[in-house]
């Protein structure tokens, strides 16, 4: 792991100050496309409201993992938008879910062309 994996991870499991804090991370592969393309940048907020639909960062055994939340007869389950990983669907626990995303960019993209989430 990364010296910052693991410092993100030892903030969040500490549940220091900074862990109430939004960071930023880019999006490695074509798992979530069409909404987010590979290499853009979104913005997490560790703090935000969890609920049926939102986009997510979770903990999982192999780490963190940046997924669609659905939320089926109280059950959480976390997916990919690319149907070409739809294989990957699994159940969480609602404990797992460390942040939702609140914006993305795209990679040297411009101002305007940012994206906010209010999940409304």
């Known amino acids: 792991m990364s010296d910052l994996k693991s410092e993100i991870t030892r903030q969040l499991e500490a549940g220091s100050c900074a862990a109430s804090e939004l960071f930023a991370l880019q999006v490695i592969d074509n798992s979530m496309e069409p909404e987010f393309r ?3 940048i979104i913005v997490i907020d560790p703090d ?11 903990l999982i055994e192999s780490g963190y993992i940046f997924r669609q939340l659905k939320i089926e007869d109280e059950r959480y389950f976390i ?3 690319n149907e070409d990983y ?3 669907r699994r159940e969480i626990a609602p404990d797992a879910i460390k942040g939702i995303v609140v914006q993305q960019a795209p990679p040297n993209g411009r101002r305007k062309e940012r994206k906010k989430y209010t999940y409304q």
């Not at 935000?48 to 979770?58: I, K, N, P, S």
Request: glycine share 10%; aromatic share 4%.
């Open 79 to 81: 997916q990919p938008l």
């Open 48 to 58: 935000g409201v969890v609920r049926d639909g939102v986009y997510v960062v979770a």
């Open 86 to 88: 739809l294989h990957e």
């Open 38 to 40: 590979k290499d853009c």
